[in-house]
């Protein structure tokens, strides 16, 4: 899974407007989620069937297209825990390739520019045959090959470049990857062909196998990272884990614009906290050619700001958190068309464990989130705009997801019941419930802080009403905004002792639960830990039936909800607003975002 950014978890810019007035809104099921709102031209994007297509129109030659990136990128290696953030994984994908993309419809498609095959061909052991593109080649000449995969695999093992040591707070002597899930579990990697085809065993099957060397997290290329390093080039298996550390943070610490990439565009330029400039890269190989003259990505952090720069053509395609002004502003601006849907993404308070009373006493945590009500959350901020959120009800899979199951509801968190909250306490001797909270040692409890990204409105209403519930405890909050470029920093750091952020999730639950639910896991800011809930997502993992997969990750999921880590609170609602004059931009409310297919946007023809 991915953090998402100020506003929400992503954001696109908009340049250039026709003269058509917005149509009424209209309500309707689709490949979005449990419910859309959209305006005419993106009216079929809500139709069953239609969420990978619509909005798709033949193109024309030329144009600058303007899209908003919401955070400034201050660590430019998208596998690194630090670097995984939305905007990150929306700047370098348009330049650097993955073997498999999600899809609006939260499926996933082979990137058939870069893969000709990718397929299981043994269960047991299973067996994973990559057929590379003979075509594929880094923009600076140097083919597309085994090599590459090698590297990302050393890299995301978690064992041939292992995680800096504790005494490293700079977090820049070895590899610290998002996940290791999948990538600990392969056994050999052999070329062949030439470097063309790759054939991996693994040394217990992953159920999430299509997850791997990409679906928003691209290929790096090898021999840059042998380059730099000293290493011997086309040797990526023999990297020691120093030159492997070397490359790493290579591409932490540089923009693309300092090596080789392979997309249909080419980042020209970086201005720091400002724009990328992408142009059409000569020496794609790609089936179709980029049909932009240029392509911008513009960093605007306050999202107040993003209809205006629609407005006036600074910006062509907006794609921020949706709130009630912002929506009603859009909506009166001419030529632009819109849609309201929802996706894999989840808003959630968490709970920093590594503070040692919030870490102690799961009575406390039970009784916080058991105080605090989702419903007039979501009525006092997204519901004022989208009547179908309702609250999530598990840490895994969001609703139209098969293997959704509310496993919260039961455990009474997220309704509001003071009663039952102020019982909890009580009962685990906990004194001043009400007043001013005491463990049961007679440790004063709080004061906490709850911390949100800055400029967003619904966030800090959030984190308003967690105050207002958590002082009819006894428990007082103070409020304090983050950065709108430091998310990632604070997460990493465990500087926060409530927050609240969405998730950007990819199609596999079972890597995203690795990931964010595991013990030490890459995205587990807050320290959680239980053998059971690891025994339980290692299974799922490697688990690769489908049905029992979901099964097992639910099996989880109940008693981390028991555990009280994170709250979910609901499914959020995703905004994009295009200009009429372009198209095959839509909706992808997945990992990767509306830039997922950012080599066909264009001029209507």
Known sequence: MRAPSSALARGL?????????????????????SGSTTSAGLTSC??????????????????????????????????????????????????LPSVFVPQPDFTVKLNSDLMVSATQTSASPQTIVYKINPKASWNDGTPITADDFEYYWRTNNGKDCPPPPA????????????????????????????????????????????????AGYPLYPAHVAEKVSGAKAGDAAHMTAAQLAQGWQYFQKNPPTKYATAGPYKMQQWVDN??????????????????????????????????????????????????VDLVNQVKDIPGVTYTIGSGLIWEHFDLNLHDPVLGKYKALRQAMFTAISIKDIVSKTVGQFDPHVKPLGNHNFVPGQAGYKDVITATGQGSGDLTKAKKLLTDAKFTGVGTALRTPDGKAVGPFN????????IRQSECQILQSNLASLGIKITIQPIGAADLGTVLAGHQYDIIVFAWVASPFPSTGAAQNWETGGGGNYGGYSNKQVDALISKATSETD???????LNQADELMSQDAYVLPLYQKPTFLAVQTRWV????????VGPPYNVGAWGLKK
Not at 55 to 84: F, R
Not at 174 to 183: D, F, K
Not at 584 to 591: L, Y
């Open 584 to 591: 095959n931009i839509r909706d992808n409310a997945t990992v």
């Open 13 to 33: 810019t908009l340049a250039a407007g026709l003269t058509l007035v917005l149509a009424a809104c209209s309500s309707g099921g689709g490949g979005g989620g």
């Open 46 to 95: 809500t139709t069953a069937g239609k969420a990978n297509t619509c909005n798709s129109g033949t193109t024309k030659a030329g144009g600058t297209l303007t899209y908003v990136l919401e955070k400034n990128i201050q660590q430019w290696n998208i596998q690194d825990v630090n670097g995984n953030t939305f905007e990150n994984g929306e700047a370098v994908g348009v330049v």
């Open 450 to 457: 709850c911390r949100y990204t800055t400029g967003n409105q």
């Open 167 to 214: 005494s490293d707070t700079t977090q820049t002597k070895g590899c610290l990857p998002n996940g290791t899930a999948g990538y600990e579990n392969v056994k050999t990697m052999t070329a062949s062909d030439n470097g063309k085809t790759v054939t991996m065993v693994m040394s217990k099957p992953f159920s999430d196998w299509k997850s791997l060397f990409g």
């Open 274 to 323: 400002d724009h990328a400039t992408y142009v059409p890269d000569p020496k794609w190989w790609g089936a179709t050619k980029a049909p932009l003259g240029r392509l911008i990505f513009k960093v605007i952090t306050d999202a107040t700001q993003e209809p205006t720069a629609l407005r006036n053509n600074e910006v062509q395609a907006i794609y921020p958190q949706p709130e």
């Open 546 to 552: 489908q049905a029992k997969s979901a099964a097992l």
